[in-house]
């Protein structure tokens, strides 16, 4: 049975929030990939000798729309930050320093010797499976649905995201079956989710759920 995952919230500053996330949109990547890939490559004494680039300053705050609650609809000012989702068990600092240690070594300030193991070479298969994951990743996408610019806001463009035709008769076991078949793809703890596209297929769903299905 895979590990429990858990979303965790590391704070930082919003210029290496800014960083991290444009080193794994560059790698067609999410930010949890990065600091997962850094964590399985790496040995944990050179990831702990990494600068924490640590929380951020008092005054750099971001301001975000609350969406439920009492104060749905009302801006509030938070620390910026990363959201990941990772096995449990990890430690905010620690996924941090990954992070840098990615940012770092994408920039070629660091390089990190993985030695062999025995007759294997440990890092040519994590690369080699990188690849596979990244060929796999590119299949999914050319086969998927392509990303509304505006999101899901009719009927036919829900259709369009769960890969049914304009007039096709639907029904509630139909489409929450197709649903759960396309969010196993494209969920972001899968090896090849898309949270975009996941959020479209959540859009399609309600706006199937809210007409009735028909």
């Given at each position: 049975?895979?590990?429990?995952?858990?979303s965790?919230?590391?704070?930082?500053?919003?210029?290496?929030?800014?960083?991290?996330?444009?080193?794994?949109?560059?790698?067609?990547?999410?930010?949890?990939?990065?600091?997962?890939?850094?964590?399985?490559?790496?040995?944990?004494?050179?990831?702990?000798?990494?600068?924490?680039?640590?929380?951020?300053?008092?005054?750099?705050?971001?301001?975000?729309?609350?969406?439920s609650?009492?104060?749905?609809?009302?801006?509030?000012?938070?620390?910026?930050?990363?959201?990941?989702?990772?096995?449990?068990?990890?430690?905010?600092?620690?996924?941090?320093?990954?992070?840098?240690?990615?940012?770092?070594?994408?920039?070629?300030?660091?390089?990190?010797?993985v030695?062999?193991?025995?007759?294997?070479?440990?890092?040519?298969?994590?690369?080699?499976?990188?690849?596979?994951?990244?060929?796999?990743?590119?299949?999914?996408?050319?086969?998927?649905?392509?990303?509304?610019?505006?999101?899901?806001?009719?009927?036919?463009?829900?259709?369009?995201v769960?890969?049914?035709?304009?007039?096709?008769?639907?029904?509630?076991?139909?489409?929450?079956?197709?649903?759960?078949?396309?969010?196993?793809?494209?969920?972001?703890?899968?090896?090849?989710?898309?949270?975009?596209?996941?959020?479209?297929?959540?859009?399609?769903?309600?706006?199937?759920?809210?007409?009735?299905?028909?």
């Amino acid at each position: 049975m895979p590990a429990a995952k858990k979303s965790y919230v590391i704070p930082c500053s919003s210029a290496f929030r800014d960083r991290v996330q444009a080193l794994a949109d560059a790698r067609d990547v999410n930010v949890g990939d990065l600091a997962r890939s850094v964590m399985l490559v790496v040995p944990p004494e050179a990831i702990a000798a990494t600068e924490d680039p640590g929380e951020p300053a008092q005054g750099d705050r971001e301001t975000v729309t609350l969406k439920s609650g009492r104060d749905a609809g009302k801006p509030w000012r938070r620390k910026p930050r990363l959201q990941v989702r990772l096995p449990a068990g990890q430690d905010v600092v620690t996924l941090r320093r990954a992070l840098n240690l990615a940012l770092a070594m994408a920039e070629g300030e660091r390089t990190v010797k993985v030695e062999r193991n025995g007759q294997e070479d440990s890092n040519a298969k994590l690369v080699e499976a990188g690849k596979e994951i990244k060929r796999l990743r590119s299949i999914v996408g050319a086969l998927s649905f392509k990303l509304l610019p505006h999101g899901v806001r009719s009927r036919g463009e829900a259709l369009y995201v769960m890969g049914f035709p304009q007039n096709a008769k639907l029904g509630p076991d139909l489409v929450k079956s197709r649903f759960r078949m396309l969010a196993s793809i494209h969920h972001p703890d899968s090896a090849y989710g898309d949270t975009r596209r996941m959020s479209q297929l959540n859009q399609a769903m309600a706006k199937l759920r809210s007409l009735g299905y028909s």
